[in-house]
């Protein structure tokens, strides 16, 4: 079975960065596109940032660009999402999945019909 395991989240305070990491079994993860998702309590939950199969082609939502990046290690089946300059807007669940696909006009959607347990990324001020 497909199982993401994801890793990194933690309590920081403004300004300041984290490195989430995305580690994936179960599948040939070299063939997918990967993806970052989060949801804060009472809000919907939002596509953060993708990056296609070889890692030639990512996108970002605009409140995230400049300040996150992500990548990918297909050696490990690992994918990362590197965060600065964090603000309490950027608190919440992140979560990661295989995706459909990683494009700038079509939504997140997960290959396997959801998103991982995630890992809580909360941001003081």
């Known amino acids: 079975q497909v199982q993401v395991v994801e890793s990194g989240g933690g309590l920081v305070q403004a300004g300041e960065s984290l490195r989430l990491s995305c580690t994936v079994s179960?599948?040939?993860?070299?063939?997918?596109?990967m993806g970052w998702s989060r949801q804060a309590p009472g809000k919907e939950r939002e596509g953060v940032s993708c990056?296609?199969?070889?890692?030639?082609?990512?996108h970002y939502v605009d409140s995230v660009k400049g300040r996150f990046t992500i990548s990918r290690d297909n050696g490990k089946n690992t994918v990362y999402l590197q965060m600065s300059v964090l603000s309490p807007e950027d608190s919440g669940m992140y979560s990661c999945?295989?995706?459909?696909?990683?494009?700038?006009?079509?939504?997140?959607?997960?290959?396997?019909?959801?998103w991982g347990q995630g890992t809580q990324v909360t941001v003081s001020s």
């Open positions: 990056i296609n199969w070889n890692g030639g082609y990512t």
């Open positions: 179960g599948l040939t993860f070299e063939n997918h596109a």
């Open positions: 999945a295989p995706l459909r696909f990683c494009s700038d006009t079509r939504p997140m959607t997960p290959l396997y019909g959801d």
